[in-house]
C-alpha cells in the first residue's frame, strides 16, 4: 500500500529556507562576535547556562545533550575540555559510582556571566534592534509551535 504524500507548497519551503539561512547567518554573526571578545564558543556557553540554572548546579551528561543542541560525542568533548579548563567537574553518583554528574565550578559561573555581557549585546544588536517588541513575540510564538 503506498500513501500518497503531498509536496509542501512553495510558501513552507521558502519559511524552512529563510529559517535555515537566518540560524546560519545569527549564528555565525554571535560565534564572530564572542571570539572578538576573546570568549570561548557558544557551545561552552550553553553548557554552562544549563548547569548554571540546574538544582545544584549539576545535571547528568544525557540532561545536558537533552538541553542544549549538542550531539553526545561532540558533548563527551567539550565537557572533557572544560574540565581541563577547570569550569566543571564530574562527581560519582552517590547511588552509584560508576555515573557521574558535571558540576558547574564557580570559575564556570564567573565565565558564564562574562559571556553573557557580550553574548546579551550581540543577540541585541543581530535581533533586537531589527525587531519591534509584537514582532518579536510573534516570531518567538510562531516558532513556539515546532518545540
Known amino acids: 500500500m503506498s500513501e500518497k504524500t503531498s509536496n509542501p507548497s ?11 539561512r537566518a540560524r546560519e547567518r545569527l549564528l555565525a554573526a554571535i560565534e564572530a562576535d564572542l571570539k572578538a571578545a576573546g570568549m570561548p564558543p557558544l ?3 550553553d553548557v554552562l547556562w544549563e548547569l548554571a540554572r540546574s538544582q545544584d548546579g ?14 553526545q560525542y561532540n558533548l563527551s568533548r ?12 564530574r562527581e560519582s553518583f552517590a547511588e552509584d559510582g560508576r555515573g557521574r554528574w558535571v558540576v558547574i565550578t ?19 544588536t543581530h535581533i533586537g534592534c531589527k525587531l519591534a517588541e509584537n514582532e518579536a513575540k510573534a516570531i518567538a510564538g510562531l516558532l513556539d509551535r515546532f518545540l
Open 43 to 45: 557551545a561552552w556557553y
Open 58 to 71: 549539576k545535571l547528568r551528561p544525557y540532561e545536558i545533550e537533552e538541553r542544549t543542541l549538542l550531539a
Open 106 to 124: 564557580d570559575a564556570g559561573r564567573k565565565l558564564r556571566e562574562r559571556m553573557w555581557t557580550v553574548y546579551a549585546k550581540s543577540i541585541e
Open 10 to 20: 512553495e510558501a513552507v519551503t521558502s519559511a524552512w529556507t529563510s529559517i535555515m
Open 78 to 89: 567539550l565537557i572533557v575540555r572544560l574540565e581541563k579548563e577547570g569550569l566543571v567537574r
